[in-house]
């Protein structure tokens, strides 16, 4: 184990890029990056482990939808700068349900495969809202309001998220449970926007809440003030 690790200069690499192919056929699944902790989980469980720079922690393929990985082999390149894992994948590689990350042809822009599981049901609401969010970024701003906002800018953004802020406390105000749920949806996907905007993952604020399930609210509050 200790090999493979130790051929990285870890002291220039912070990440170490991966490339995930099936052990059956070699289909290229995915790519991903390790640091050193994810990957000595990886090469000790023989379950694929790695770091995400959106959520800014180590993560266990699959842990959310079951999807994971098992490695059948380690092979680290010439330059000993980039890792290629061969795998046997449960259920499918792509957040987007489908089988495999790489289906998008680059000069048509057309998908040339199917999705083969929902991914609201592998991730759940939210993160699969955040994800189509993200894909959006590269959309027609003519047919997609997400990517009008996105080409407006930030001043933009940020002006619809006051706007929902303020209808949400008006719908307060005015004792409405369903204009309450309909403006707080609205206020939820203009801040993910915001927070796509910038690449921040809502697992980082799952994180940051997870973070205060031990404190009171009044010991954060002073925390941040100090």
Same mark, same amino acid.
């Given at each position: ?19 995930? =192919?099936? @052990? ?10 390790? #640091? ?19 959520? =800014? ?19 680290? #390149? *010439? ?9 046997? =994948?449960?259920?499918? &590689? *792509? ?5 495999? *990350?790489?289906?998008?042809? /680059? ?17 759940? @609401? ?42 949400? *406390? ?14 707080? &949806?609205? /206020? ?18 799952? =994180? ?19």
């Amino acid at each position: 184990m200790q090999e493979i690790i130790n051929r990285v200069d870890w002291e220039k690499i912070d990440l170490l890029p991966v490339v995930v =192919q099936d @052990v059956t056929n070699n289909e290229v699944l995915m790519m991903a990056f390790m #640091d050193k902790e994810a990957l000595e989980l990886s090469l000790t469980t023989k379950i694929a482990h790695y770091f995400s720079r959106s959520k =800014q922690r180590i993560w266990k393929k699959g842990e959310s939808s079951g999807h994971t990985q098992t490695i059948h082999s380690f092979n680290i #390149d *010439c330059d000993n700068d980039t890792l290629l894992i061969k795998v046997t =994948q449960e259920g499918v &590689a *792509c957040h987007t349900g489908r089988r495999s *990350c790489f289906f998008t042809e /680059l000069e048509s822009g057309e998908a040339n495969s199917e999705v083969k599981v929902n991914s609201e049901a592998m991730y759940g @609401v939210i993160d699969t809202l955040y994800h189509t969010i993200q894909e959006r970024k590269n959309a027609d701003p003519e047919s997609s309001w997400t990517a009008k906002l996105f080409a407006k800018g930030e001043n933009t953004i940020l002006k619809k998220v006051v706007e929902e802020s303020g209808e949400f *406390c008006f719908a307060y105000k005015d004792n409405d449970e369903s204009e309450m749920v309909y403006e707080a &949806a609205d /206020l939820t996907y203009h801040m993910l926007v915001a927070l796509a905007a910038k690449n921040i993952s809502p697992d980082r604020i799952k =994180q940051e809440l997870a973070r205060r399930f031990n404190m009171s609210g009044i010991a954060e509050k002073n925390a941040r003030e100090d």
